[in-house]
T-cell receptor, first 109, second 113 residues
């Protein structure tokens, strides 16, 4: 049970923004929302995390719904190097991370 | 900083052979994890160690053992390899406090024939 729901795949064109959704309707008040991405033949890498407020860093932005039951990872200008599998996971309490299959992002030149 | 390192990068075993996958981190993290990833699948947690001296089973522990040798090192042992254990194995580490941001190693590709 991944405890989050993501679309299997999404497509984007290079230079365009990408919005990757994640549903976490059973999230508890102390759970953080994390996003990782996995490039082909590499280990996952941390992208961003948040608790209640929207967050920005050099890689992406994270928009969290007011009820915290969903979130969206925003890549402001997709590049070919952003083609990867993106995982949305929850953490909190006694942290036992669970990764689902994630969203495979395809970026077209 | 090297981050999380894993050895070996590749390994081929025959059914019934044993081997140990090594993992080390230099970030002074308390927690370490072992995952496996089968083709087209997400990561599944095998074992984790919340802190030095403790280990716990994850989602798919059968056929594996682990040792938390010290704060830096966490090894995964296959006592009698089976073809079903053909996979890519990732080690990760994190602090044992929120937000539990994890850092992953490059992986070990294991084939059991």
């Amino acid at each position: 049970d991944a405890k989050t729901t993501q679309p299997n795949s999404m497509e984007s064109n290079e230079e365009e923004p990408v919005h990757l959704p994640c549903n976490h309707s059973t999230i508890s008040g102390t759970d953080y929302i994390h996003w990782y991405r996995q490039l082909p033949s590499q280990g996952p890498e941390y992208v961003i995390h948040g608790l209640t407020s929207n967050v920005n860093n050099r890689m992406a932005s994270l928009a969290i719904a007011e009820d915290r039951k969903s979130s969206t990872l925003i890549l402001h200008r997709a590049t070919l190097r952003d083609a990867a599998v993106y995982y949305c996971i929850r953490s909190g309490g006694s942290y036992i991370p669970t990764f689902g299959r994630g969203t495979s992002l395809i970026v077209h030149p | 900083n090297a981050g999380v390192t894993q050895t070996p990068k590749f390994q081929v075993l025959k059914t019934g052979q044993s081997m140990t996958l090594q993992c080390a981190q230099d970030m002074n993290h308390n927690s370490m994890y072992w995952y496996r990833q089968d083709p087209g699948m997400g990561l599944r947690l095998i074992y984790y160690s919340a802190s030095e001296g403790t280990t716990d089973k994850g989602e798919v522990p059968n056929g594996y053992n682990v040792s938390r040798l010290n704060k830096r090192e966490f090894s995964l042992r296959l006592e009698s390899a089976a073809p079903s254990q053909t996979s890519v194995y990732f080690c990760a580490s994190s602090e044992y406090r929120p937000p539990y941001e994890q850092y992953f190693g490059p992986g070990t590709r294991l084939t059991v024939t």
